[in-house]
């Protein structure tokens, strides 16, 4: 037997939906090069609780690309200050007007100690006869937190519209993702991640212009310090360097728990969505126990993680308040002798006490700035996966031509997994007014040809011609409507989900719903809604039944002006009698607007009302009468 330390280095799915590659053990522990939180030593045991037991493996003809093997090369040395980029503030329009009005706001700090230093020497270098200025003393804070409110609230704003916009465009780019992308995740981690990426881009804005001046500020005050007493300034000076170790210290430990309770999230997440989901299997099957105890296991890990970073989160900020605490001891026992001596006036001390607040102020902000970059990097890492660099809308080709005689599918070859392809050499033809209907048994791959035909699914093989001109296959999407099992009712009126929120529904338009929904025998059913076509509805909405809910996705369908609908199990759910006058409906709709239909169905009474019917077999698709159609058996000699 093979042990599995042999197998190492290997890439293995660990937690939530990432991979990470384990290195050589060492003893009873293994170096884990986590891409979310870097490297870690993990305890042998501890790991085989998150492996999940999947591997990642490359096909022996992949080679690396030796143009991204030294691009990665060259940028190692550049790693580690990755999380401190400030590029992509930077790129936000009027940012360094931004960060030069705070900076010049942040420069009246200094006002306050020149004043109280020289008051109190002017106080007591006198016989008696001078006061206190309490006036200009208040008129200066009162002025200062003006200015300092007048700074939030541009620097509000300027958020405000960072994160609208991000926010947008990431959105945008989510749904630039392929239909194959969000079928190999699940809905629980694709939201965790993208609402942990939009709530961070929140303190984005204030935190890169932070460290842009924050440095400036602390290295006025260390140089007034030391202008006042260098002595005192070397205390200081000492102190922030202890913060900034115990700061490195931190980086790894807030990577590792910020990454821990992003993936808890997410799984606990996706198991209550996927509960919502489920809630008639739930009930119907008295499956309350079960779900409450897996619930329970899940609320326990995360809560558990969150204790442990309360907990590590308070040794950080003792540490913190322990060298401050240290640093202000030995700044008393060398500043009061030097009071004492004369070397300080008590002007002078109170002024350095405001200047050294400033000083070590600003230096814990920009501690505590490079540690929540460093959280919100695992932040942005997990959720890069969702955005790709090109999507599909971005790099589709021109428009398509108009589908006026023929389009033709030739040698399709598709596979989720490259072993097991769903279609093999497939090909079929289409003419505009066909109707065509595809049957076949459960799991030889129908719903998987009508993604690819729509254009939804890339084929690994093949090629498309509309009109004798070859096109990408990402054009064609312009052609089809697919209306497929998976499609849902949005959560709006019962008129937005039939027209897909068309804004420009005039009365022709208003009239050809009116058709549909008599046709499909809906008119009745919309009418008693309350509000008829305004009506809010959406998915399980309980004023609908299954069927009415199938026949309403259908006037979805007919309401398009694709020239070509794709209809998966159009009659599914519909009784005998219904399901013969949807079909109707159906087929007298595309006779009138000129177009084709092709319809996935395992109902054996219509295949007489269509032109061409195709049984699908073993990843092939051949053309068989309506006999032999309904009769799985005879379409073996079909294809001999």
């Known amino acids: 037997m093979v042990s599995w330390r042999s197998c190492l280095p290997a890439i293995l799915h660990y937690g939530a939906s990432h991979y990470v590659l384990l290195g050589v053990p060492q003893g009873n522990y293994v170096c884990v090069m986590n891409p979310a939180i870097g490297q870690q030593l993990l305890p042998i045991d501890a790991l085989k609780l998150e ?49 030069v009005l705070a900076f010049l706001i942040s420069l009246t700090l200094f006002i306050m100690p020149t004043m109280v230093g020289s008051a109190i020497n002017q106080v007591y270098s006198s016989a008696g006869d001078a006061d206190f200025p309490y006036f200009y003393f ?47 995740r699940a809905p629980g981690d694709v939201f ?14 204030e935190l890169d212009n932070g460290l842009r001046t924050d440095w400036i500020i602390g290295a006025i005050a260390l140089g007034v310090m030391c202008y006042m007493s260098p002595l005192l300034a070397m205390v200081s000076g000492v102190g922030v360097t202890l913060m900034g170790l115990i700061s490195v210290w931190a980086i790894y430990r807030d990577r590792y728990y910020t990454q821990q309770l992003q993936v808890k999230t997410a799984e606990q997440s996706d198991f209550i969505l996927e509960s919502i989901q489920g809630f008639s299997t739930i009930k119907s099957a008295g499956l309350d126990s079960q ?83 460093n959280q919100l990097h695992v932040i942005d890492t ?21 589908f006026s005689s023929r389009l033709s599918f030739r040698h399709i070859v598709f596979a989720y997994d490259a072993q097991l392809p769903v279609l093999h050499d497939l090909s079929i033809s289409l003419q505009p007014g066909q109707r065509i209907a595809i049957v076949g048994e459960s799991g030889t791959g129908k719903s998987t040809l009508l993604k690819v035909m729509t254009g939804l699914m890339a084929p690994q093989q093949g090629e498309v011609v509309v009109d004798g001109q070859p096109v990408d296959y990402r054009q ?65 909405h309980a004023g609908l039944s299954l069927g009415q809910r199938q026949r309403l996705l259908l006037a979805r369908a007919m309401y398009s002006n694709c020239p070509v609908l794709v209809l998966d199990e159009p009659t599914a759910n519909l009784d005998e009698n219904t399901a013969h006058q949807v079909m109707t409906t159906l087929l007298d709709h595309c006779r009138e607007q000129h177009k084709t239909l092709i319809t996935v169905t395992h109902s054996e009474s219509v295949l007489s009302m269509f032109d061409r019917v195709y049984r699908m077999d073993n990843g092939g698709m051949a053309q068989v009468d309506t006999l032999f159609a309904s009769q799985p058996d005879l379409t073996a000699a079909a294809y001999s």
């Not at 401050?324 to 002024?351: H, I, N, Q, R, Y």
């Open 476 to 540: 064609i999407h312009t052609l089809f409507f697919l209306q497929s099992q998976e499609d849902i009712l949005f959560n709006a009126s019962v008129l937005e989900n039939i027209t897909l929120f068309d804004e420009n529904v005039d009365e022709h338009r208003h009239q050809r719903i009116k058709r549909s929904l008599e046709g499909l025998n809906l008119h009745s059913v919309v009418e008693k809604l309350p509000g008829g076509l305004n009506a809010l509805i959406r998915e399980s």
């Open 192 to 205: 965790s991640r993208f609402s942990n990426w939009q709530q961070a881009s929140g303190i984005k804005i």
């Open 138 to 184: 208040l008129l200066a804070f009162f002025v200062s937190t003006l200015l300092a409110f007048a700074v939030r609230w541009v620097t509000e704003r300027f958020i405000k519209r960072f994160v609208v916009v991000n926010s947008v465009a990431g959105f945008s780019r989510l749904l630039g993702n392929s239909l194959n992308f969000f079928a190999k």
């Open 382 to 402: 997990r959720a890069r996966d969702l955005f790709p660099a090109n999507s599909e809308h971005e790099a589709a080709p021109k428009t398509l031509p108009q």
């Open 51 to 99: 492996i999940s037991g999947y591997a990642l493996v490359l096909d022996s003809e992949n080679q690396p690309d030796p143009q991204a093997q030294a691009d990665k090369k060259r940028s190692t040395g550049f790693k580690a200050l990755e999380c401190m980029s400030l590029k992509e503030t930077a790129r936000m329009p009027g940012i360094y007007r931004l960060m």
């Open 291 to 373: 779900r409450k105890s897996v619930f329970a296991r899940y609320a326990l890990s995360l809560f558990t993680c969150q204790q442990q970073q309360r907990i590590y989160e308070q040794v950080k900020s003792s540490l913190y308040q322990l060298i401050g605490s240290l640093e202000m001891v030995f700044f008393m026992l060398l500043a009061l002798p030097l009071l004492k001596k004369g070397v300080l006036t008590l002007g002078e001390f109170f002024a350095y006490s405001f200047v050294r607040e400033i000083f070590t102020s600003y230096i814990t902000k920009i501690f505590y700035a490079i540690l929540q970059k």
